[in-house]
């Protein structure tokens, strides 16, 4: 259930990232128009050559080719999402998704020693392991107590009625009459006993394989959350990086939009600063979805994705229904 619905999360991301680039490049395409109208403008005063405003159209047209391949591209993530969900029918096939959530804004890196301590705790195979280990153990210790001498003390007290009538051989029971009393004890010591012995043996290869199944498993845990970690770590940092790149490139590109007004650059420089924004623009969504997925990821590895989506009790429900 977990993996599905990562699996699910994941296509959501994509289509996310899709329609966030189809954005973008919408809002290429308006920057490259606007480009266009002032070198015409620049081109009717005599401030600038002709070969500015082709350029100029030259940037639209390209972006209006990458806008219809992006269009298709969400097409394809789209139905991608829908047969995840199990909903794809051609009455589902051309509605439109509203994607309603966006990646986290704050960043949230817990420590690893957390994160670890969760996986031991939450993670199915980490507890199975640790029910194996226990069974074992108890299994060995009652097999070891089965070869020690065992001493059994006994007792009891009986009663008995022994007149010439019911009535009176009940009266003598009722007041204890005669009174029969018997104390024992049996001890019994086991002298070369291999049944014993050997499954005795047995259990103890028992829990010591159990013991190393469980090491193995926490050994797996262990790396399977430390590289989610770091990867955690480095989609963060890269988060961070992109969101400055964006606005560095954003100010640049009204620099250019200035200068190219004054006539101090070309439309060479305007265009290769829009570039520049619409692909740190890409690169910080980009950015956002690799974060978010990578978190999800790291709960994954955790055991405790159910809880962080907020699905356990959900599962929980859904599971106490009748078949």
Request: with cysteine; charged share 25%.
């Amino acid at each position: 259930m977990i993996s599905t619905l990562f699996e699910v999360e994941s296509a959501y991301w994509s289509l996310y990232f899709a329609a966030a680039d189809l954005q973008v490049r919408e809002e290429q395409l308006g920057r490259a128009n606007r480009l266009v109208s002032v070198a015409e403008a620049q081109v009717r005063v005599g401030e600038s050559a002709p070969i500015e405003i082709t350029r100029a159209r030259s940037s639209a047209a390209s972006q209006q080719v990458a806008i219809l391949a992006a269009r298709s591209r969400i097409t394809v993530l789209r139905h991608r999402l829908l047969r995840q969900l199990g909903v794809l029918e051609p009455s589902t096939a051309e509605r439109p998704l509203e994607l309603a959530d966006s990646p986290p804004e704050a960043l949230f890196v817990p420590t690893l020693a957390e994160s670890l301590q969760i996986a031991y705790d939450r993670r199915p195979d980490c507890r199975q392991a640790e029910v194996a280990k226990a069974q074992a153990e108890r299994t060995e210790a009652y097999a070891a107590n089965q070869r020690l001498p065992s001493l059994q003390v006994f007792g009891g007290l009986r009663l008995a009625g022994l007149d010439e009538t019911f009535h009176d051989s009940r009266q003598d029971i009722e007041h204890a009459e005669y009174q029969t009393w018997m104390v024992g004890a049996r001890l019994e010591v086991p002298l070369g006993n291999r049944t014993l012995e050997g499954t005795y043996r047995a259990a103890c290869l028992d829990r010591q394989r159990a013991a190393a199944e469980r090491l193995a498993v926490r050994e797996q845990a262990t790396r399977e959350v430390a590289d989610a970690f770091e990867d955690l770590t480095t989609a963060a940092q890269q988060l961070a990086a992109t969101r400055q790149s964006r606005d560095l490139a954003g100010e640049l590109l009204q620099a250019e939009e200035k200068s190219f007004r004054l006539g101090r650059s070309s439309s060479l420089d305007v265009l290769a600063a829009q570039q520049a924004l619409a692909a740190a623009e890409r690169e910080e969504v980009r950015a956002k979805v690799t974060y978010a997925t990578a978190l999800s990821a790291l709960h994954v590895v955790r055991g405790d994705f159910l809880e962080a989506k907020g699905l356990a009790a959900a599962v929980a429900a859904a599971a106490a229904l009748p078949e």
